[in-house]
């Protein structure tokens, strides 16, 4: 692609290093940016650059967040003795917005993918088992993407966890097998949520 100018072909280099954004993208929404008020440009650096140095993680779920304790843990009305536990943010908003899940989250922030060279360390594992030892969870709810990542990442869990006598359930599959939970349409998620069933069950099914 050549350039007229080097401060243009910045700015689309800058913005092709986005997923899915393309050169030929890049160079379209730049031109959009351009055809703007200036300050337009201002509000989106700035609202990128204050997400970038304020956001935080919630020290109990792990959840982005604004305050050092998420909006979902500080609800004293949830169920905080039952943990869902799910990859990122994405599938906190996917269940959050069925409205059928009462319960407090555990996001780990990945799975383990030896592929993509995510391993066991570097996901929020460690403070989820010792949530689960420290007696005061009744319920963990897998709900992964059924995945072999996920699924592999549900059963390192579960060896974990699984000589405590909490109950371990995973959502049920009416989410397709290899399909992401963001994308599942929120009456299914929801009854995957309702019609838990026991992990233990699950694996030794499949
Ligand atoms: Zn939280």
Known sequence: MEFSSKLLE?????????????????????????????????FL?????????????CESCHN??????????AQPSRNHQTICVVEDVRD?????????????????????????GVGPSQLT???LVEKVKSGKVSEI?????????GDTTNFYIYKQIADSSILVSTIARGIAV??????????????????????ENNYKNS
């Open 178 to 199: 290899g399909d992401e939970l963001e994308y599942a349409d929120e009456v299914t998620l929801g009854r995957s949520i309702l019609h838990r069933i026991p992990f």
């Open 141 to 149: 709810i897998f709900a992964l993407s059924s995945t072999i990542e």
């Open 92 to 116: 906190v908003m996917a269940i959050e917005n069925t409205g059928q899940f009462k319960g407090i989250y555990h996001v780990l922030g990945g799975k383990i993918s030896p592929i993509e």
């Open 10 to 42: 910045k700015a689309v280099n800058e913005m092709s290093q986005l997923p899915g954004i393309g050169k030929r993208t890049a160079l379209r929404l730049v031109l959009h940016l351009l055809k703007q008020p200036q300050e337009r440009t201002g």
């Open 64 to 73: 982005i967040s604004d305050e050092k304790i998420c909006e979902i843990c």
């Open 45 to 57: 650096t700035e609202a990128l650059m204050n997400m970038r140095h304020q956001i935080r993680f």
């Open 125 to 127: 594992i460690t403070s």
